[in-house]
Protein backbone atom coordinates (compact mmCIF):
# COMPACT_ATOMS: atom_id res chain seq x y z
CA UNK A 1 0.00 0.00 0.00
CA UNK A 2 3.04 2.26 -0.02
CA UNK A 3 2.82 5.21 -2.29
CA UNK A 4 -1.11 5.49 -2.07
CA UNK A 5 -3.21 8.72 -1.43
CA UNK A 6 -3.83 8.99 2.55
CA UNK A 7 -1.15 6.40 3.79
CA UNK A 8 -2.96 5.25 6.97
CA UNK A 9 -3.63 8.90 8.52
CA UNK A 10 -5.95 9.66 11.02
CA UNK A 11 -9.30 11.14 9.67
CA UNK A 12 -12.69 12.05 10.52
CA UNK A 13 -15.88 12.92 8.32
CA UNK A 14 -18.79 14.91 8.59
CA UNK A 15 -21.55 16.23 5.79
CA UNK A 16 -23.03 19.55 5.77
CA UNK A 17 -25.97 19.02 3.01
CA UNK A 18 -29.37 17.88 2.89
CA UNK A 19 -30.78 15.27 4.99
CA UNK A 20 -29.77 12.53 3.69
CA UNK A 21 -27.70 13.79 0.77
CA UNK A 22 -25.10 14.23 3.36
CA UNK A 23 -25.08 11.12 5.06
CA UNK A 24 -24.94 9.10 1.43
CA UNK A 25 -22.04 11.14 0.99
CA UNK A 26 -20.25 9.97 3.86
CA UNK A 27 -20.83 6.49 3.05
CA UNK A 28 -20.04 6.54 -0.22
CA UNK A 29 -16.51 8.14 0.77
CA UNK A 30 -16.23 5.50 3.88
CA UNK A 31 -16.82 3.05 1.00
CA UNK A 32 -14.34 4.40 -0.89
CA UNK A 33 -11.85 4.26 1.79
CA UNK A 34 -9.82 1.45 0.41
CA UNK A 35 -8.83 3.62 -2.19
CA UNK A 36 -7.78 6.55 0.04
CA UNK A 37 -6.31 4.61 2.74
CA UNK A 38 -7.26 6.78 5.32
CA UNK A 39 -7.46 6.05 9.15
CA UNK A 40 -10.98 7.09 9.02
CA UNK A 41 -12.69 7.43 12.41
CA UNK A 42 -16.49 5.72 12.21
CA UNK A 43 -18.10 7.48 15.03
CA UNK A 44 -19.04 9.71 15.57
CA UNK A 45 -21.00 10.84 12.47
CA UNK A 46 -21.66 14.36 12.03
CA UNK A 47 -24.14 14.99 9.41
CA UNK A 48 -25.93 18.02 9.79
CA UNK A 49 -28.77 19.72 7.61
CA UNK A 50 -27.95 23.17 6.43
CA UNK A 51 -31.33 23.36 5.32
CA UNK A 52 -32.84 23.18 8.57
CA UNK A 53 -33.98 26.48 10.38
CA UNK A 54 -31.21 27.88 12.58
CA UNK A 55 -28.25 25.82 12.54
CA UNK A 56 -26.53 28.09 9.51
CA UNK A 57 -26.44 31.60 8.40
CA UNK A 58 -26.76 30.96 4.63
CA UNK A 59 -25.43 33.68 3.63
CA UNK A 60 -21.54 34.08 5.79
CA UNK A 61 -21.71 29.82 6.18
CA UNK A 62 -21.34 30.64 10.17
CA UNK A 63 -22.21 27.90 12.42
CA UNK A 64 -25.10 29.47 14.73
CA UNK A 65 -26.50 26.49 16.75
CA UNK A 66 -25.02 25.67 19.62
CA UNK A 67 -26.30 22.31 19.10
CA UNK A 68 -24.52 22.03 15.96
CA UNK A 69 -21.40 23.44 17.47
CA UNK A 70 -21.41 20.99 20.44
CA UNK A 71 -21.37 18.08 17.29
CA UNK A 72 -18.12 19.30 15.80
CA UNK A 73 -16.46 19.97 18.83
CA UNK A 74 -16.90 16.53 20.25
CA UNK A 75 -16.14 15.52 16.55
CA UNK A 76 -12.92 17.42 16.41
CA UNK A 77 -11.80 16.54 20.25
CA UNK A 78 -12.55 12.43 19.39
CA UNK A 79 -10.46 13.30 16.44
CA UNK A 80 -7.87 14.63 18.25
CA UNK A 81 -8.08 10.86 20.94
CA UNK A 82 -7.86 8.89 17.69
CA UNK A 83 -4.79 10.99 16.38
CA UNK A 84 -3.11 10.66 20.17
CA UNK A 85 -4.06 7.21 20.20
CA UNK A 86 -2.43 6.40 16.45
CA UNK A 87 0.86 8.20 17.47
CA UNK A 88 1.30 6.02 20.74
CA UNK A 89 1.09 3.56 18.42
CA UNK A 90 3.25 4.21 15.83
CA UNK A 91 5.98 4.79 18.45
CA UNK A 92 5.45 1.41 20.47
CA UNK A 93 5.63 -0.07 16.68
CA UNK A 94 8.90 1.93 16.52
CA UNK A 95 10.17 0.89 20.40
CA UNK A 96 9.33 -3.29 19.52
CA UNK A 97 10.78 -2.76 16.19
CA UNK A 98 14.13 -1.11 17.85
CA UNK A 99 14.08 -3.94 20.46
CA UNK A 100 13.80 -6.70 17.47
CA UNK A 101 16.81 -5.49 16.21
CA UNK A 102 18.46 -4.98 19.37
CA UNK A 103 17.73 -8.62 20.71
CA UNK A 104 19.00 -10.33 16.75
CA UNK A 105 22.34 -8.39 16.28
CA UNK A 106 22.62 -9.73 20.49
CA UNK A 107 21.74 -13.10 19.57
CA UNK A 108 24.10 -13.11 16.19
CA UNK A 109 27.00 -11.69 18.79
CA UNK A 110 25.98 -14.73 20.84
CA UNK A 111 25.98 -17.64 18.14
CA UNK A 112 29.60 -16.04 17.00
CA UNK A 113 31.28 -16.13 20.04
CA UNK A 114 29.67 -19.69 20.48
CA UNK A 115 31.15 -20.84 17.33
CA UNK A 116 34.59 -19.46 18.21
CA UNK A 117 34.58 -21.69 21.67
CA UNK A 118 34.93 -18.15 23.25
CA UNK A 119 31.37 -18.29 25.10
CA UNK A 120 31.62 -18.86 28.82
Do not use: C, Y
Not at 32 to 50: A, D, H, K, R, T
Not at 87 to 98: L, P, W
Amino acid sequence: MRGMFGTKKPAAVMSAGGEKGGMRSVWSLKQSNGFLNLNLMQIPEVNINIFEQGNFDLESGDVVSEEVKAQIKILVVELTKHVEAEAVAIANSKHIQEEIAIRKRRHGRELQLWGSGLAS
